[in-house]
């Protein structure tokens, strides 16, 4: 059985000598909705861009359906992509935009024409088929876009930050939209984007990149709760990050050697040498606060290991959820969320508290 | 305060631009309605008549001042233009297609393509006409000087060109690639009709200036002469107003020109306009 798209040890270098991605791996499942992560110039848009076959490869293999296309220009390959400014054709009606992809298939006519209106039905613009694309609003736009991409039936849909353009409200209907369609056509979606939350809820699986590496490859929740680089560990949630150094591994456990004092966390898959310089990664909503008169019995019987001491530094409520930063010695502080009905007495500033979590939500991330 | 004092300086020179751009025309405009045939090229006003536009359309009684041999030369120019505008423009456009990407000696190409309209025009026509002596060639309107003409006005098309890619956005070619449709027809069916109101600025620039040009001509275009050639001839013996007569006809054909051109780059404008909003949102 083949997969639908394949990179091997994909490496890009510009024309200047500078390494734009480095040693890409990846294989995507049929169907699979794929997110690109990364903050801009990581070498996500080069990827797909790649992928698309607007750029060269400088080394490895790309494989769609088990066909190697290295070499195949971008009209040949079966994929077609969606840009963030939609990169709808000015001059052409909407009906025009959707039919041009197919006028150049060897199809006949009724054939083609009942294509078009089917999928212009699907995503519900039969009604302004006729308009020139450039005073409609930016949902129907992108509608416009995605109806003349998957008109085609490409194998793979290249989406590159399609919702940057779009304000939040209208981003998020969109959003849902895109998922529902994508489920139901069943058409892998590799997708673009510097947004986590995009990424987050969209995507059966997210590539995390940094600076033209792959950091990590993890479903969404895994992502959000096991981050395994440092980079993602700051780039996804909100991690507190406990600096330390490993003194013991055995079981899926590892332990650090902290400025708190030893602490338990799960290396999740990790093999960390002892002696290692490496971090704990603790998710903010996994962190309670407790009152620094707490019986340490009481928290160990709950949490499973010792509290860290902190002092509350700031406090802030976003509707329904507080906020509080917590100062934990020389790292940054810690943020620290949760529902305002949580704890009863709220903690007021420069407050001392502490701070503890159950001991297997901490992931070990070596350095 | 600043504003109070720069607007009527600005308005001065607005208006001293405007007379010398145009007081030249208006003088000749007013000369020539001189009396005719007796009335020379000055001031004042004799008589005011239309002689010598009828002296110029061969409808004025035979007298001292013979025609000008504007027919032949007025059709040889034209279609000198005209050539020298559809190649130039075809190859401004190509090349500048070109320059998109990147290649090796790619500046060194550009340098070479612009000095076309750089190098004094008496220096390449002189040089044409000696190499067309040395090999041979003979010397004509539609061979030696068109060849002129299209090295002289290709650097214009091309830069306009040039400017317009500049400005164009390549997402809407990748997105028709992406849909399976070649280059080829991706170019023709998208790029082109994109790109159109520059076509037509560089087609403008080519025409007006392979079609009043004066230096390189004079030199390549051998026995057969072009407008401006056959014009600066008749200066040589004597000038009579039905010159001015005729510049006016030329301008006003300038204008009937320019008028074309702005409706077909208003129709094309209305178009970019579209593209720009689409880029904005």
Not at chain 1, 65 to 77: H, L, S, W
Not at chain 1, 271 to 291: F, N, Q, R
Not at chain 1, 313 to 339: D, R, T
């Amino acid at each position: 059985m083949s997969y639908d798209l394949e990179l091997i040890n994909v490496g890009k270098v510009y024309d200047n000598g500078t390494p734009a991605v480095i040693d890409f791996n990846l294989i995507v499942n049929k169907g699979e909705f794929i997110a690109f992560l990364g903050p801009s110039g990581c070498g996500k848009t080069t990827t797909l861009r790649m992928i698309a076959g607007f750029e060269s490869i400088t080394s490895g293999d790309i494989l769609i359906r088990g066909k190697v296309i290295n070499d195949q220009p971008a009209e040949q390959r079966p994929t077609a992509m969606i840009f963030q400014n939609y990169a709808l054709f000015p001059h052409m009606s909407v009906r025009e935009n959707v039919r041009f992809g197919l006028d150049v298939k060897k199809i006949a006519k009724p054939e083609r024409d009942a294509k078009v209106e089917r999928i212009l039905d699907k995503l519900g613009i039969t009604d302004i088929g006729d308009h020139r694309p450039d005073r409609l609003s930016g949902g129907q736009k992108q509608r416009i876009a995605l109806a003349r991409a998957l008109v085609v039936e490409p194998d793979i849909l290249l989406l590159d930050e399609p919702l940057g353009a779009l304000d939040a409200n209208l981003r998020k209907s969109i959003q849902n939209e895109l998922k529902l369609l994508q489920r139901r056509l069943g058409v892998t979606f590799v997708f673009v984007t510097h947004a986590q939350s995009e990424a987050l809820a969209l995507s059966d699986r997210i590539v995390v990149m940094n600076a033209g590496r792959i950091e990590q490859v993890s479903a969404p929740y895994e992502l959000y709760t096991r981050p395994k680089t440092l980079f993602v560990a700051k780039f996804i949630g909100r991690n507190a990050l406990i600096p330390g150094r490993v003194v013991a591994f055995e079981g899926g456990g590892v332990t650090l050697d902290t400025m708190f004092g030893q602490l338990v966390g799960s290396a999740h898959g990790q093999t960390p040498g002892v002696g290692d310089a490496a971090s704990l990664a603790v998710p903010a909503e996994a962190i309670d606060v407790l009152p620094l008169e707490t019986p340490l019995e009481t928290i160990v019987a709950t949490y499973g290991g010792p509290a860290i001491k902190a002092r509350v530094e700031s406090i802030s409520q976003v509707g329904h959820i507080v906020q509080i930063a917590a100062a934990i010695g020389a790292e940054a502080p810690v943020l620290v969320e949760f529902h305002v009905d949580k704890y009863a007495g709220h903690f007021a500033e420069r407050a001392e508290v502490l701070l503890a979590w159950r001991r297997d939500a901490a992931t070990l991330v070596v350095h | 305060m600043e504003s109070r004092l720069l607007k009527p300086i600005l308005a001065v020179y607005v208006g001293l631009f405007l007379l010398f751009l145009y007081g030249p025309f208006i003088v000749l405009g007013i000369l020539s309605f001189q009396q005719g045939p007796e009335g020379g090229p000055q001031f004042p006003i004799q008589e005011w008549s239309v002689f010598w536009y009828k002296h110029i359309l061969g409808l004025a009684p035979p007298s001292r001042v013979s025609p000008l041999p504007i027919g032949i030369s007025l059709t040889r120019s034209l279609t000198l233009a005209g050539m020298t505008m559809v190649t130039s423009t075809v190859l401004g456009v190509m090349a500048a297609q070109a320059f998109r990407r990147n290649f090796k000696g790619k500046s060194a190409a550009f340098y070479l393509i612009v000095l076309g309209m750089i190098v004094p025009g008496v220096l390449v026509g002189l040089g044409s006409a000696l190499v067309a002596t040395t090999t041979g060639l003979e010397r004509h309107w539609y061979s030696t000087a068109f060849a002129t003409h299209v090295v002289y006005t290709l650097p214009f098309a091309f830069l306009v060109m040039l400017a317009i890619f500049n400005r164009f956005d390549a997402s809407v070619e990748e997105a028709a690639w992406s849909l399976g449709v070649p280059p080829a027809t991706t170019f023709r069916k998208v790029t082109f009709p994109l790109i159109f109101p520059g076509v037509l600025s560089a087609m403008l620039f080519a025409f007006t200036l392979s079609y009043d040009e004066f230096s390189r001509t004079l030199f390549s275009s051998g026995r057969e002469q072009t407008l401006p050639l056959a014009i600066y001839s008749t200066f040589a013996v004597e000038i009579h107003p039905n010159v001015f007569a005729f510049g006016v006809l030329t301008t006003l054909f300038s204008f009937a020109l320019l008028t074309v051109y702005a409706i077909l780059m208003t129709l094309s404008v209305r178009r970019a306009k579209r593209v720009a909003i689409q880029e904005a949102v």
